[in-house]
Nanobody
Framework: QVQLVESGGGLVQAGGSLRLSCAAS????????MGWFRQAPGKEREFVAA????????YYADSVKGRFTISRDNAKNTYYLQMNSLKPADTAVYYC????????????????WGQGTQVTVSS
């Protein structure tokens, strides 16, 4: 069992940066690949980024590639999403998720989800 709690969301101007954190509880956190998803009002939840359980492999949606960086610190049971050069189109609720299947862009691969944190980018 893994429980996930996001933090770090907020309001930022376009071009600014935020770092989201996802704190995980559970002894087997280090064996899970982790992902970030987001959901804007009226839209489906979409994949943002994923990282393997070792941290050695990462995967990004084209819309965030080069601007966002996913990382993890297994010693702290925490992983992160550094978001730079933010755009109004990045406005959404961001969710962290864990999967035992290997890092994936598919919503259906993830077993555990956090409650979400709001990111708002003003123009």
């Amino acid at each position: 069992q893994v429980q996930l709690v996001e933090s770090g969301g907020g309001l930022v101007q376009a071009g600014g940066s935020l770092r989201l954190s996802c704190a995980a509880s559970g002894r087997t956190f280090h064996s899970y690949a982790m992902g970030w998803f987001r959901q804007a009002p009226g839209k489906e939840r979409e994949f943002v980024a994923a990282i393997s359980w070792t941290g050695g492999s990462t995967y990004y949606a084209d819309s965030v590639k080069g601007r966002f960086t996913i990382s993890r610190d297994n010693a702290k049971n925490t992983y992160y999403l550094q978001m730079n050069s933010l755009k109004p189109a990045d406005t959404a609720v961001y969710y962290c998720a864990a999967t035992s299947l290997g890092y994936s862009s598919s919503y259906y691969s993830y077993d555990y989800w956090g409650q979400g944190t709001q990111v708002t980018v003003s123009s």
